[in-house]
């Protein structure tokens, strides 16, 4: 039995509780498990981008001297602070979908006939690698994942066991299912099978240690509204090895990728590096936002982050147990604390019912992915054990009580 002492003493025992005052939190009462797909909102944020706007108004044009490089700057704050890459490895710009879709072409040029995913990758990823293999002329080779455990090395090294595949494109935590890939172990089975390898870090950056370097990793993207807390539509990151970064080509040849930018007249000549692989003028404000998410990871530590994001996936997984599966409820993420991210999913034939009588009755913000599964998110700088343990004693009385029932089993446009 864990009882709510039980998570209480978890929360007096976190040396991270004091990071939950950094955060805008107006309504006390309402648990928020879906950080994993927005963030929230830093102090921090609040306050600077107030003064980045008055500065705005006040310097006009001559502001840009202080924000031309925050791609950059940014960027080597989050490869320190989230990543595990160099300086000079990573830059913030555009949405994951369009980096995809940048380093995957990049990555598709030489030789090789297909490209390699898995059909539970989240869908843009499955939309642009299919429509980067119909404009290479290559197959896209669709794999079956096991739904609760994601990817594993084997899959991926039979995937490739022609010796014909260009690309592997994975990520790195399962967005329904919160399955933490092998990312060293896939990364290997790929580049022995004669492939590149490029990693969606959009649901792991921020709630486990990723390590892209000592991994020996190639490519990657990821976002910064979940974990990061950057806010809505933040842009991504890439990450592209030093070694690889002269090698490979993006196909928007961009003039902010362009060697001396304001000498205008000149064909096409892409700076050496990373920033040959920024396309247009960065959005300042959210690029602001993504630098005071990446200030306040590094203060708190990935390491402590992530072991807090195991302890409350654990206790989720502990209550579920107990209260939820004679419920009908099913675990659907690994129950091995190091083969997940920050997020469980919990698995339910009512799930789209039960998550809107969550929100609307219990005041507990899940989200659903369908067809049967409510997501808990627990980003660990501000979400307490008492709030898991209150949303699962919630989550329990309403199916008890059978409350779920009365709302409409059919899922709205936005989930
Ligand atoms: C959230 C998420 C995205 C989102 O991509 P956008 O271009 O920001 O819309 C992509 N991939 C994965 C795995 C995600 O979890």
């Keep these: 039995m864990t009882t709510r002492a039980d998570a209480e003493r978890l929360d007096a025992a976190d040396p991270l509780a004091s990071f939950r005052d950094r955060f805008v939190i107006d309504e006390p009462d309402t648990i928020y498990l879906d950080g994993n797909s927005l963030g929230r909102l ?11 706007v008055t500065q705005w108004g006040a310097n006009l044009i001559a502001g840009w001297e202080n924000w031309i490089d925050l791609p950059t700057s940014v960027g080597d704050m989050l490869a320190e602070a989230a990543l595990g890459a160099r300086p000079g490895e990573v830059v913030v710009s555009d949405s994951t979908t369009v980096n995809l879709f940048k380093l995957a072409w990049a990555a598709t ?6 490209i390699v995913t898995d059909s539970g990758n989240f869908p843009t990823d499955r939309y642009v690698l299919d429509g980067v293999a119909n404009l290479r002329g290559l197959e896209l080779r669709i794999f079956e994942a096991d739904p609760v455990d994601g ?7 039979e995937a490739c066991a022609g010796g014909d595949v260009a690309l592997v494109s994975l990520s790195h935590v399962a967005y329904r299912s919160g399955a933490l890939a092998d990312l060293p172990g896939i990364t290997a ?15 792991s950056v921020g709630a486990v240690p990723i390590g892209l370097h000592d991994a020996g990793a190639e490519l990657a993207v990821g976002c910064t509204y979940k974990y990061l807390n950057a806010g809505p539509g933040a842009p991504a990151f890439l990450y592209v090895r030093k070694e ?11 003039w902010f990728g362009q060697r001396n930018q304001f000498a205008m007249e000149r064909p096409y000549d892409p700076e050496p590096g990373i920033r040959s692989f920024l396309a247009g003028t960065p959005p300042v404000l959210d690029l602001t936002a993504v630098e005071c ?10 390491e402590p982050s992530a072991t807090k994001a195991a302890a409350l996936t654990a206790l989720i997984a502990d209550l579920h147990d107990e209260w939820l599966a004679p419920l009908g409820f099913e675990l659907g993420t690994p129950r091995e604390p190091k083969r997940r991210g920050g997020h469980v999913s919990l698995r339910h034939p009512q799930a789209w019912q039960i998550c809107t009588a969550m929100i609307e009755r219990a005041k507990v913000i899940p989200d659903f992915r369908g067809p049967d599964s409510i997501r808990l998110g627990v980003p660990p700088l501000y979400t307490r ?31």
């Excluded at 830093?42 to 980045?52: E, F, I, M, N, Y």
């Excluded at 998410?293 to 990935?302: H, K, R, S």
């Design 109 to 114: 040029e030489g030789p090789g006939k297909a």
């Design 189 to 203: 089975a790929a580049r022995k099978g004669g492939a590149r390898v490029l990693w969606d870090l959009c649901h």
């Design 151 to 157: 990817p594993q090395s084997g899959d991926v090294a």
């Design 244 to 254: 690889l970064q002269n090698e490979l080509r993006t196909p928007i040849q961009g």
């Design 42 to 52: 830093p102090k921090s944020t609040r306050d600077r981008l107030h003064a980045l």
């Design 293 to 302: 998410g990446a200030e306040l990871l590094a203060e708190a530590g990935i």
């Design 385 to 415: 054990f008492v709030d898991v343990w209150d949303a699962l004693d919630r989550v329990r009385a309403l199916v008890e009580a059978g409350e779920h029932e009365q709302y409409d089993p059919t899922p709205t446009r936005i989930t």
